[in-house]
């Protein structure tokens, strides 16, 4: 079982960047490959940036350019750099992990906006 706590959400203008975190516990962090997916109001959700256990990256065509997934294993955190940040990135975040793929366990979601 993983627990798993995004912060680093909130407002920002257009062009602005946020860093969002992903703390996790309860098991054996290296383990899991980690996703960032992010839902928008009346849309499905999709995935943003997904990084292994073997430090593998991929990213939506959308972000490529200006987001960046990282990951610490020391300190059991997961990491969304975000950069050159558009209206149409405002979605709620979400942090998950899962083996092989980012779909077994899930955050609680933090609000990112992007407005002037």
């Known amino acids: 079982q993983v627990q798993l706590v995004e912060s680093g959400g909130g407002l920002v203008q257009p062009g602005g960047s946020l860093r969002l975190s992903c703390l996790a516990s309860g098991s054996i962090f290296s383990i899991y490959a980690m996703g960032w997916y992010r839902q928008a109001p009346g849309k499905q959700r999709e995935l943003v940036a997904v990084?292994?256990?073997?430090?593998?990256?991929n990213y939506v065509d959308s972000v490529k350019g200006r987001f960046t997934i990282s990951r610490d294993n020391a300190k059991n955190t997961v990491y969304l750099q975000m950069n050159s940040l558009k209206p149409e990135d405002t979605a709620v975040y979400y942090c998950s992990a899962g083996r092989p793929v980012p779909r077994e366990y899930w955050g609680q979601g933090t609000q990112v906006t992007v407005s002037s």
């Open positions: 990084i292994t256990s073997g430090g593998n990256i």
